[in-house]
């Protein structure tokens, strides 16, 4: 990797270590990273070692993989000591974990144990020039980190063998390179000795951690759909890719062994023109390796006018699991993440699915065989509403994802002190509770098309799109537009008939909700209605000419006191409410008033929500 000795951690490992070190007795645990893909799986494990005092842990990274990008940062974020890799194949340990077999790791000392980095060995991965030792010298070539067709490398090729199981990766000159193999069901062992029975023996089945943290933060999944700010009645929809061009994010990788076609396209535009935003929630989910490979700020470039529309990108490393918790709904590929989604029973519709690229006797390729596929022909909205409706799970992924539900924590850290000889801690073993996530709000900052409809005295039916809605409207519908003040598209601020934003109802910046819908009416002289969002449930808006008013959305009984309703599109019910004359001649003060006494009932989709519309109390200036 290029480091000189100069560049060597000194404690609490190197030449004159025991001088400088508090504690030197320490076992050694040393945690191979191959990248960040690899080290989410690692980083569930690392607390099985938490309050022990007898064991010190080191992290290196194998330098050997093509997604190198984020791995330094993600090291450094663990705050534990991180050896250049010279160093830790130098260093003695007493026990070496890693999550993929890149890298020279029979140089390492100390009992090997390697993990899946997902959901058990599934994927064909062709050796030759990938990084990875071929059999007839168990030495490696440069990482390329591609995978290559199952083809091999030429027509009539034999297909590549299965990443994890085959000998190319298991063995080095024969011998296999780890001492435990860590496997979560008993079908991969079948597999395993039918395609390596000299590795048979280091297979130890311990379970999958990542899969028992799902299971253990089950009972939060309304706080995850909270955080991702899902409201009660809305559908979240998540898009899930794996990496590689025949992903569903891939461009098909036509010459390279993909379809030649582009579906994630054509797949947001539908998101935009056929689903309200208001009744859909859409979220992403990539692999660490689409996202550091390409960088995390090409992503969002890529999906800006996605995310705009109300896309919210989930951190791959850190929020994924809580997003499948909360997903009503996975449109995904042949990653793990959506044979994850499909164990929790969550329906799952494929956008992408290469069997070739599968290990045809894994369940995961029973799965693709049988689970629905994306018509790219067909209605996405009408397909979304049909899978969930008609769904019924699947029996094989969740009783092939693990056979140990909820124990690898006590199988894992039983494995790791029996490999170093030493007794356990006296404390159960336990894997950390996947965290909240931070509020993700999915403003929608695109201009949105609002259609609405007078139902009756005070009730209107609203359904707003971040681009003109695919399907005809309701007859006697009226349309105008709302836009946010933070949108990219600012020549439709002066065509707006709504301005809406959301803040702090202190923020500084803006003087107060009183003061900056008083502005942006002044500003903008098309603009009928001005809304200053200031929570989940309440916005401030001023109709021009009029004071303003506070629109409450009324929480429905039994969501825990969150509002079913956008508080903006409450203030586009209001703007369509009055724009309409509400079927009446009657003055825009006296409707006012009207509203003020009676409130508001806002119907989006199905569901119908009551607004209490509040007069805001003078200033004290004013007193």
């Not at 409201?231 to 030649?260: F, I, K, Y």
């Not at 009029?546 to 959305?553: Q, T």
């Not at 009657?586 to 007069?615: F, I, K, N």
């Amino acid at each position: 990797m290029g480091y000189g000795r100069a560049e060597w951690v000194r404690v609490p490992v190197g030449d004159d270590a025991a001088r400088w070190a508090t504690r030197a007795k320490c076992l050694r645990v040393l945690v191979v990273v191959h990248n960040v893909t690899a080290a989410t799986r690692l980083l569930d494990v690392l607390p099985l070692f938490d309050d022990d005092l007898r064991v010190q842990l080191l992290v290196t990274c194998t330098g050997s993989s093509a997604f190198a990008a984020g791995t330094a940062e993600l090291l450094a974020e663990t705050g534990v000591p991180a050896l250049p890799w010279e160093q830790a194949v130098e260093t003695p340990a007493d026990l070496v974990v890693s999550a993929s077999f890149g890298g020279q790791l029979e140089l390492l000392s100390g009992k090997l144990a390697i993990l899946s980095h997902g959901v058990g060995y599934t994927k064909r991965l062709a050796t030759p020039d990938t990084g990875h030792r071929t059999p007839d010298t168990g030495h490696r070539t440069p990482d390329t980190g591609h995978r290559t067709p199952d083809t091999g490398s030429g027509a009539g090729a034999a297909p590549a063998p299965v990443f994890g199981l085959a000998p190319e990766w298991l063995l080095s000159r024969g011998t296999p390179v780890a001492d435990a193999l860590v496997l979560s069901h008993p079908e991969q062992y079948e597999r395993l000795s039918a395609a390596c029975p000299e590795a048979a023996p280091t297979a130890v089945l311990a379970g999958d951690p990542c899969f028992d943290r799902i299971l253990a933060a089950r009972p939060y999944r309304e706080r995850f759909r909270r955080a991702l700010a899902v409201r009660p009645g809305q559908r979240l929809v998540l898009l899930n890719s794996t990496w590689n061009s025949d992903s569903l994010l891939g461009d098909g990788g036509e010459g390279r062994g993909g379809n030649g076609s582009d579906a994630v396209a054509a797949l947001l535009d539908r998101v935009a023109a056929e689903f309200p935003v208001d009744e859909y929630r859409f979220a992403a989910v990539l692999h660490p390796n689409v996202w550091h490979g390409h960088g995390p700020g090409q992503i969002r470039a890529w999906l800006d006018r996605a995310r705009r529309g109300g896309l919210t990108l989930i951190d791959p490393l850190k929020g994924w699991r809580q997003a499948l918790l909360a997903a009503d709904a996975v449109i995904g590929d042949h990653g793990s993440v959506t044979y994850y989604a499909a164990a929790l029973g969550t329906p799952v519709l494929l956008g992408a699915a290469p069997l070739d690229a599968l290990d045809p006797d894994a369940p995961i390729s029973t799965f693709m065989r049988r689970a629905p596929r994306l018509d790219p022909t067909a209605s996405l909205a009408a397909q979304i509403e049909e899978l969930i409706g008609r769904h019924r799970p699947l029996a094989g992924p969740a009783v092939f994802t693990t056979s140990v539900p909820g124990e690898s924590a006590v199988r894992l850290r039983r494995l790791f002190y029996s490999m170093m000889g030493a007794p356990e801690p006296g404390r159960p073993a336990s894997l950390e509770p996947l965290p909240l996530p931070d509020y993700a709000p999915g403003t929608v900052t695109a201009p949105l098309h609002v259609l609405s409809q007078v139902l009756g005295p005070g009730r209107i039916a609203v359904s707003r799109w971040s681009e003109p809605p695919g399907v005809s409207p309701d007859e006697g519908a009226e349309a105008h537009v709302a836009v946010h003040e933070d949108t990219r598209d600012v020549d439709q601020l002066d065509l707006a008939d709504v301005i809406f934003r959301d803040g702090a109802p202190d923020d500084p910046r803006f003087g107060s909700p009183s003061i900056w819908t008083a502005e942006v009416l002044h500003r903008h002289r098309g603009c009928s209605l001005a809304a200053y969002v200031t929570g989940p449930s309440e916005c401030v808006v001023r109709v021009r000419g009029e004071e303003p008013l506070r629109l409450v959305a009324v929480p429905a009984a039994g969501t825990e006191g969150v509002s079913g309703v956008d508080p903006a599109a409450c203030a586009s019910a209001l703007y369509a409410w009055l724009a309409t004359g509400g079927h009446d001649t009657v003055a825009t003060d006296e409707r006012l008033a009207r509203v003020v006494a009676d409130g508001l009932r806002v119907r989006t989709g199905t569901r119908l929500h009551s607004v209490r519309v509040v007069p805001l109390p003078p200033p004290e200036s004013a007193k």
